[in-house]
């Protein structure tokens, strides 16, 4: 006769461990990783196979910072589950966290092996490889995105930034453009932009582009890249102004500490101030509204 | 002036993108290009329609549905306002869930009072699930006090009506319900069904009409119809009926039955045997057994045993 423990263990309960992955779920939820670990524990001891439940486990050992611990969950799942997608998408988040970019791009080639069609695994190795400083590798995998779904705005920009990287800048242009036509709020195709223009110092587009992107979301860098614009169009108050505030969100820039310094230096010679015109610096010939424009002549002496 | 379109302000000249910052409060200085952008942002941010986010009320009402009563109680009562009777009425189905019937009475008469008549409907229900059938049906009076004739409120009406053994007064809201509603045929059945459950198959056979010919949905009420001409003497009519229905159902074993017991009245107890064997093989009722050990001939007396003759004993 078996004891009653062995019994459980035996002959686990179908509603015993539906009710610990649920409670676990909802801890993971409310944020309770060691409820939802205890729980997981007990689905665990249920049915030591269960791919969901490692997954998950890997999911919270994650959020709760023990990274090998939660590599190792992930590995387990894929254990029970060789072909389980979230499986792979997991262990390589696992090993990215760990700075394992190699083995990362691996999980995502063996995921892609059995499931050829999965955007997130094509996006996530472009990225990866991206890191690794493989560029045309990285286009590759946008590519293959973009193969699948044309209109998927990250991939534009993606594919852009790892053009730039090669210094194919016409193309990289234009995959901001596009990435801009589909997702006019893409704020990562914004500050590729802003990048772009300022390494042809066509500072007048940089800072239209850094206010437009800034609008959506803060960054130390696009301040310090817009800081940067404006030291180019002279505006010494104003590039002032963006590597303070680059430096109140991110004390330790040293670059903008530098420039914050050349910037109170030129502000002793010229400081330029635009007014209403946000496209200060991009004058055109012929323009209705830069014909109508009242500090056109600062304005193309600053304009390449 | 209204937001253009997007399709307007690509192709509008330099004056009238002017114009239309103006109308829109936006700055019209700088270059066209950085103008026509701006004005586009604020078009695209106008017309944009807001995503779609579950609110509390949608939220608990989806709990009560998937099995969450006291969560979904604990959100409708957060979104409890002074001006609105829907979270009462959604925290009463909640407490209907989790059981609290008499908590739930008292959710729809709030909502009542603030306007939602409907809500008197749900209160019925709630107080019909907990056997207060004499509020219920007050509640459904309340609410046809209004509206006369609605078909839900007659129907609940007569259940609860029904279910507190007040057969015959059912059967007339029943009937009342069909004369409102002749566009629903089966109510002067369930009305003539109701009578025939109250012991009144003259009233009944009101109720139904004249015979129809069965099909499917109200073979039910013909069926009925012929047991109560048969209750009433009217044998032949009830035979007619019952073979009407057999013809649109040959499986309705409650027909064979009722159209065996009314050839048995005709006396034609082999026709009724044959139909009672027919239903008893598609359905194993007692009432079609019984009725079949008395149609079915009785068995010859077995010969009595003879006694055995006293053996002689042979002789020595």
């Known amino acids: 006769m078996l004891a009653p423990d062995a019994t459980e263990r035996f002959l686990p309960s179908v509603d015993r461990l539906e009710s610990a992955m649920h409670a676990a779920r909802r801890a993971f939820e409310r944020g309770d990783t060691d409820g939802a670990l205890g729980q997981l524990g007990v689905a665990l001891k249920l049915k030591p196979e269960y791919d969901a439940a490692w997954i998950l486990k890997g999911h919270v050992l994650q959020k709760a910072g023990d990274r090998e611990a939660a590599l190792d969950a992930f590995m387990q799942s894929l254990k029970c589950s060789g072909d389980s997608k979230e ?19 691996e999980a995502y080639d063996r995921l892609l092996a059995f499931d050829p069609l999965s955007i997130e695994a094509w996006i996530d190795k472009g990225a990866v490889l991206h890191e690794l400083k493989d560029y045309s590798g990285a286009i590759r995998c946008y590519e293959e995105v973009l193969a699948l779904r044309p209109e998927h705005g990250a991939a534009w920009n993606n594919k852009g930034a790892a053009l730039l990287r090669l210094g194919q800048e016409a193309e990289a242009a234009g995959c901001f453009e596009e990435a801009l036509h589909l997702d006019p709020d893409c704020v990562d195709a914004m500050a590729n932009r802003v990048y772009l223009y300022e390494t042809k110092a066509y500072h007048g587009e940089a800072v239209l582009w850094a206010d437009r992107a800034l609008r959506i979301r803060e960054a130390p860098g696009l301040w310090y890249a817009k800081g940067l614009a404006h030291l180019g169009l002279l505006e010494s108050t104003l590039a002032m102004r963006s590597f303070e505030r680059a430096l109140a969100l991110d004390p330790t820039l040293k670059e903008a500490k530098a420039a914050l310094r050349r ?12 007014g209403a015109y946000e496209c200060f610096g991009t004058h055109l010939a012929g323009d209705p509204g830069c014909e109508e424009c009242e500090i056109r002549p600062r304005c193309r002496e600053v304009t390449p | 002036m209204s937001v253009p379109s997007a399709a307007e302000v690509e192709h509008a000249d330099w004056p009238t993108l002017q114009r239309m910052c103006e109308s829109l409060g936006l700055n019209p200085k700088g270059r066209s290009g950085v103008v026509r952008m701006r004005v586009l942002d604020h078009v695209r941010r106008r017309i944009r329609p807001e995503s779609w986010r579950a609110g509390r009320d949608h939220m608990a009402a989806l709990l009560t549905r998937l099995g969450y009563p006291n969560l979904s109680e604990d959100l409708w009562e957060s979104t409890i306002r002074l001006d609105a009777p829907a979270p009462w009425v959604g925290l009463g189905q909640a407490q209907v869930a989790g059981g609290f019937l008499s908590e ?61 053994g007040f057969k015959e007064e059912a059967a007339r809201v029943l009937l009342a319900a069909a004369d409102a509603h002749p566009e629903a045929p089966f109510l002067r059945s369930s009305a003539g069904t109701s009578f025939l459950k109250a012991g009144r198959p003259e009233v009944a056979l009101e109720a139904f009409g004249l015979p129809k010919l069965a099909d499917a949905p109200e073979i039910e009420g013909a069926i009925n119809h012929g047991v109560a001409l ?63 050990a008395k149609v079915a001939p009785n068995p010859a007396p077995r010969p009595r045993a003879k006694k055995p003759a006293a053996r002689k004993k042979p002789k020595p």
Not at chain 1, 263 to 274: E, N
Request: proline residues 2%; contains cysteine.
């Open chain 1, 87 to 105: 499986g792979w998408m997991g262990l390589a988040s696992a090993l990215h966290e760990l700075g394992r970019l190699k083995e990362e791009a």
């Open chain 2, 104 to 164: 739930a009475a008292k959710s729809f008469d709030r909502a009542a009072q603030m306007g939602d008549r409907s809500a008197l409907l749900h209160r019925a229900e709630a107080l019909g699930a907990g056997g207060d059938y004499d509020r219920a049906i007050a509640a459904c009076e309340s609410y046809l006090a209004d509206r006369p004739g609605n078909l839900r409120a007659l129907g609940m009406k007569a259940d609860f009506l029904a279910r507190s």
């Open chain 1, 263 to 274: 910037a109170t230096a030129l502000r002793r010679k010229s400081d330029f101030y635009r």
């Open chain 2, 230 to 292: 048969l209750v009433l003497g009217r044998t032949r009519e009830a035979v007619d009926i019952f073979q009407k229905a057999i013809e649109a159902d040959p499986d309705r074993v409650e027909a064979l039955n009722n159209l065996a017991v009314a050839q048995l009245q005709l006396g034609q107890p082999e026709l009724a045997a044959a139909n009672l064997a027919r239903a008893a093989k598609g359905v194993d009722s007692a009432r079609i057994r019984l009725n079949l």
